[in-house]
């Protein structure tokens, strides 16, 4: 006689499949709202605190409380953005209104190479080429800023909704979570820890690596330093190039204007010290904060940036602790015993 599958197994297999199909049809239409929701995300970790202390000490009202936080989360995000702008606006302004200066002087300095390594580079292909890749590069430039902007709004929103929502939100996490009740505190306890340290030490370290690269600037008397402290801070939390994009420009600078000791100083110290002087900070500060091995931060800066943009410096080194946790939760939720590390007796 054959045995039958059980209704119920099919009932829960069907429910089960739906769940997917229609969580995959959603995720793919809103993808392009990760980046916003992590940002809130990450929000409502360095928020949370605060929310309950203003409802529970001071006996704020929810929508009181969030917009109260949202107004100072956004005026700390707000001030440095307003600050590079103001710098970028004037350094863009003075090139316009002297632009037939700037024009001059970079024909002459590129006449100047052309003669003494006899290449040619202002030829009409190379002149064409600049112009097309101007034309395609601005109105990206232009429609990134939309779409940050757009994404600023709308994480906001977000934000709103998890701060008057948190306790309600965090008791569904408990109740939702298919696991343990002790793997699923670990879980957030990892998650909220590495938000945090994150949040907080990527711009620490940025800042700490801007006044390394301030220090040197003032020594080498490069024009108008705070300027490029602020590039350097900025350019620090990319992956890869880093701040290497704010200090070799200046060593250029310096051999531009017929400085050549000051330029080879620059860019020595640049590489052996603003451009590693990061990796000790990244160690000791995300270390002592959260307890992050540089490796996740590393990898999972260069991940996160690839999949979330601008966010991803923040939830790509996530993505790799969190895979690390689950793996600790299969083992833990299923029983699976560590080995022995004892030797060979």
């Known amino acids: 006689m054959k045995q039958q599958i059980p209704n119920n197994a099919i009932r829960q297999v069907l429910i089960l499949a739906t769940i997917i199909i229609l969580g995959l049809v959603l995720f793919n239409q809103l993808k392009s709202l990760i980046p916003a929701f992590l940002g809130a995300y990450t929000l409502y970790v360095l928020l949370r605190n605060g929310m309950f202390v203003l409802q529970g000490r001071y006996k704020w009202k929810k929508s009181l409380a969030a917009s109260v936080l949202m107004l100072l989360s956004f005026l700390v995000i707000l001030l440095p953005i307003f600050l590079v702008v103001n710098m970028l606006s004037s350094k863009v302004a003075f090139a316009m209104q002297h632009s037939q200066e700037v024009l001059a002087s970079l024909k002459g300095y590129i006449g100047k190479l052309e ?5 040619n580079i202002l030829t009409d292909a190379n002149l064409n080429k600049i112009t097309s890749w101007t034309g395609e590069t601005v109105p990206k430039i ?44 670990l879980l957030r306890r990892e998650l909220n820890t590495m938000v945090y340290s994150n949040a907080i030490g990527i711009p620490l370290i940025a800042i700490l ?7 040197g600037y003032l020594i080498l008397g490069v024009n108008e330093p705070w300027f ?7 350019t ?88 690390l946790v689950l793996i600790k939760i299969y083992a833990n939720e299923f029983n699976i015993e560590k080995r022995d590390h004892a030797g060979p007796q």
């Not at 003669?115 to 290449?119: D, F, L, V």
């Not at 977000?158 to 701060?163: Q, R």
Request: include cysteine; aromatic fraction near 16%; charged fraction near 10%.
């Open 115 to 119: 003669g003494q390594y006899k290449i």
């Open 236 to 323: 620090s939390m990319l992956p890869i190039l880093g701040a290497a994009i704010a200090y070799v420009p200046v060593g250029l600078l310096f051999f531009a204007n017929g400085h050549t000791t000051k330029g080879i100083f620059m860019l020595i110290y640049g590489f052996g010290v603003i451009g590693t002087v990061d990796n000790l900070f990244r160690f000791v500060i995300l270390k002592r904060i959260g307890d992050v091995h540089p490796l996740i931060t590393g990898f999972g800066v260069i991940i996160g940036v690839g999949l979330f943009g601008f966010i991803g410096l923040i939830f790509g080194p996530i993505l790799i602790s969190l895979f």
């Open 209 to 215: 690596q801007g006044i390394v690269g301030l220090i």
């Open 142 to 185: 232009l429609g990134g800023a939309f779409d940050t902007l757009t994404a600023i709004v709308i994480m906001y929103f977000i934000l709103y909704f998890m701060l008057v929502e948190g306790r309600k939100m965090e008791s569904n996490f408990y109740d939702w979570v298919p696991l343990k009740d002790e793997n699923t505190l």
């Open 228 to 234: 490029w402290f602020v590039i350097t801070c900025i």
